[in-house]
């Protein structure tokens, strides 16, 4: 059984200075537009030792989403095109092992007699060609649209004992959505729903898991909680009891401090949280917040206000880098088609400062952003999932060099 927490929350906002991230030709480079045969990424890059980068599409293939390679050596390379019960419209992160396997979740695909002949979304493992033949895909499992979740959103994290974890849009027992557990065995792979959400402690959980050092797991939920516009929660291995989990409901956002936390959290070294929400706040284009842990409570403060030629709707995670600053990407802004931003962190006592790139309106260097940027070897990489030279505006890979 799992017990619901609800910590009190003190909310501190925090102001800013804004400044334009330099968006000469120097700086900021389109480095692929995506074609028909594989359009509109939905996710953020990943990057393996050979400096050869991979994400997904959600179109192009065989109408069903692809995963693609891009290398500095040889360039664009579609490595797998789903087919509808291998997986259907891949939209969050992937994520690499140490051995090159590619691990990721689609929306639809699986069973096809399920979720209205779409099928309730899949669990899927990539696995690198051997002997010259091309990646092997493996459905590591298929969700069947009841308890155990229905259309996994985002993408899955990985422990230290290899088990995966990620989270469904809907499914449980209450169709809010759930926190799975997948587990290897010899003769496959097992799923444990670790938290059925209910509405009053979260529903729709659309953001990537993130775990702590202690395997405890914190993630956002889109809407519910006590003011129906979305939660922060964490999920803390029960010792007393094998196997159960513990739920505590770190936060609900009210109508003063933003709303819909669509994208996952991210962690500092210190316990903080990160995270974003796609609209409320003072300008009603949604902000950056971070949660900082106490003795007892968590206290909430408001780090970025978004106000339009800023950036609007932040959709995706953050990210930390090792200096404490954050990235991220707006889906709306700027010059309507979104941006690019940095949120600088200051010395005690200060004041954070924001630096963003705004996609110019025409979408010729790219629109829309919805993923995360990726830092690599200094430069930042994302995709942007409309706009750019090809023909339809399928979305581009763009590097922004710092």
Known sequence: MFVLHCKSIL??????????????????????????????????LVFDAAGNAYGTTEGGGYQRGTVYQLSPTSGFHIIYAFHGADG??????????????????????????????????????????????????????????????????????????????????FGGASNQGVVFELTPTPVGWTENVLYSFGGDDGAQPLGRIVLDSAGNLYGTT???????????????????????????????????????????????????????????????????????????????????????????????????DNSGNLYGTTYYGGDGVGTVFELIRPAPGGQWSERSFAFPADGHLGAHPSSPVTLNQGHLYGTASFGGEANGGYGVVFRITR
């Not at 669990?123 to 979740?149: A, C, Q």
């Not at 409901?249 to 991210?266: C, E, N, W, Y």
Request: glycine letters at 16%; charged letters at 15%.
């Open 11 to 44: 909310m501190l906002v925090l102001f800013f200075s804004l400044t334009s991230i330099n968006a000469s030709s120097d700086s900021f480079k389109v480095l692929f537009s995506f074609p028909v045969q594989a359009h509109y990424p939905g996710s953020g």
């Open 88 to 169: 259907r419209q891949p939209q969050g992160n992937i994520t690499l092992d140490a051995d090159g396997n590619i691990y990721g979740a689609t929306f639809f695909g699986g069973d096809l007699n399920s979720c209205f002949g779409y099928g309730c979304g899949v669990v899927f493992k990539l696995s690198p060609p051997i002997n010259g033949r091309g990646w092997t895909e493996t459905v590591l499992y298929s969700f069947t649209g009841k308890h155990d979740g229905t259309y996994p959103y985002a993408g899955i994290v990985f422990d230290r004992a290899g088990n995966l974890y990620g989270t469904t849009q």
């Open 222 to 320: 889109e809407s519910g909680g006590l003011y129906g516009r979305g939660t922060v929660f964490e999920l803390s291995p029960n010792d007393s009891e094998v196997g159960q989990w513990k739920f505590t409901l770190i936060h609900s956002f009210s109508p003063s401090d933003g709303a819909a936390p669509g994208a996952g959290l991210v962690l500092d070294d210190v316990g903080n949280l990160y995270g974003t929400t796609q609209i409320g706040g003072m300008n009603n284009d949604g902000n950056v917040f971070e949660l900082t842990p106490g003795l007892g409570d968590w206290t909430e403060a408001v780090l970025h206000n978004f106000s339009g030629p800023d950036g609007a709707s932040p959709a995706a995670d953050l990210m930390l």
